[in-house]
């Protein structure tokens, strides 16, 4: 039999896995916080939790950093949206920090707490790993682990290249799946549902055959476009003096593991996706879009972004709401079955995807598959 288990459903949906993933998969791994150009100004920040740890990645006069996103006074939150631009100051007391955490000040200190040097040093934030490749910005909240170029391996140079191309933001947003994260993230790792799943939709855009690589749990999968968006895109980049990609000009899906998904299209547009855990049955998809830069290097206008959202916004989203209900119904039919499902050949970057998860979390299970 060609065919492979994949994991089992209880995995699904099972509160004590869910926990261990918090910090097997997510705080152990490299994980993509954003764009460099994201906080790129003083006080710029990203806030995002990392399995179990709330973390802020803030810009200070230059230095961006990697915190913890809790007040050591009274732990209030002290970056409290997911993207802005303000100092690190807690809102609840206003005490603040500098870029390595240390406790840069405390409102009637003298008064009222008395902490000498030794005692603020000892209140300071955690700091933990932060590392770029090219554009693109990861955090590991665990202390030790591999570099984020031995961690991505040959998806480095091709990740720091696609991100100093793809430079123009046009949209953001994100969803909510009542669906475990796997679920989430194996909707994209396969074409093998385009058919049954996307025949008005993403089979009329790409074809469903898929060449694959893979690099410890990171995958690649090039589909071949079909002829009309092919023939739409060289129209829109003439028109709009934008360069293609010399190596990426079909649809180009990357899968960093554990829960980064980026495709190109036809050398033009990037999609990121993220699928964030948000408990054992539902997750956050986060989403960005992004253009090519322009042969002359200008930013594209206001009015083109408005085109290729009209273009493409809502067929990402058609797109993304029939994943979304055929993955529900999976996440709601696990619990009713207790022996794995399969995956055939057509399945394996799931196939990898599940290898790499194992290999977090099974030497942790009180019980094996």
Known sequence: MIAIQAIHPTHYYDQ??????????????WIFVGFKDQVAKNHDFITLKVGNTPVVVQNFNGQVSALLNICSHRRAQLQTQTQGNRPLVCPYHCWSYKSDGALAGVPQNRTDFGLDEAAKKALSLKEFALESCGELLFVRVAKAGPSLEDYLGPYYAILSRISAEFTDPVQQGHYQWNTNWKIACETVLEVYHV??????????????????????????????????????WAGARKHLKLEQSSEFTEYNHFFIYPNLAIGLTNGSLMSLQTYDPLTSTQSQLNFQLRMIKRLDGSATSDGVKAVIKANFTEFNHTILEEDRLVAESCQANMPAVDTPGILGKCEDRIRHFHDAWRSDIKPQLSSGE
Not at 16 to 29: G, Y
């Open 16 to 29: 004590a896995t869910f926990e261990l993933e918090r910090v097997e998969v997510f705080e152990k791994n």
């Open 195 to 232: 058919a049954g799943v996307h025949p008005e939709t993403f089979a009329k855009f790409a074809k469903a055959e898929c060449d694959i690589e893979f690099f410890n749990g990171h995958t690649t999968g090039n589909t071949p476009l079909q002829d009309t968006p092919k023939k739409w």
